[in-house]
């Protein structure tokens, strides 16, 4: 599907890929674009659907690079939604390193009288991953296997 252009200062916008579904997800700060990439991937999923904060997860990622760590966070966003329908909404993250994460997500779980059926994603692939830092902001360039 296609989706909208961009709100102003939202912190994410797609770009076309074929087959896939490309994410930019920017943030001042490391957390925040944490945030970012991961409401980025939900609107995929959901689209602009409200979800309510009913569920909380704790979530505690270590991982090698700061690429590595945002494929692990996203992955893992992933798999909560494939294996438990769970949706993420709001998102309190204590620490956030190039190579460690840790916070709480708040969500629900999926319930098609609530909530809009997006495009389904298969995972996120390695293919021109990239995580920058700029005198400005963090960005990232993810690519979604739908």
């Not at 994603?121 to 993810?142: D, L, M, N, Y």
């Amino acid at each position: 599907r296609a989706h909208g252009s961009r709100m102003p200062d939202q912190g994410y916008e797609f770009f076309e890929h074929t087959a896939d579904t490309g994410l930019i997800a920017r943030g001042t700060t490391l957390a925040e674009l944490f945030v970012h990439a991961a409401q980025g991937m939900v609107e995929i999923l959901v689209e602009h659907s409200e979800v309510d904060p009913r569920a909380q997860r704790v979530v505690a990622l270590r991982a090698a690079s700061v690429e590595a760590l945002l494929h692990a966070w996203l992955s893992e966003l992933l798999t909560w939604f494939d294996v438990e329908r769970f949706v993420p909404s709001h998102y309190e993250l204590g620490t956030v390193t190039e190579t460690q994460l840790d916070g709480r997500v708040s969500g629900d779980r999926f319930d098609a009288s609530r909530h809009a059926s997006g495009v389904e994603v298969k995972g996120i692939t390695r293919h021109q991953f990239s995580v920058e830092h700029t005198p400005t902001h963090w960005q990232a360039r993810i690519i979604f296997d739908v």
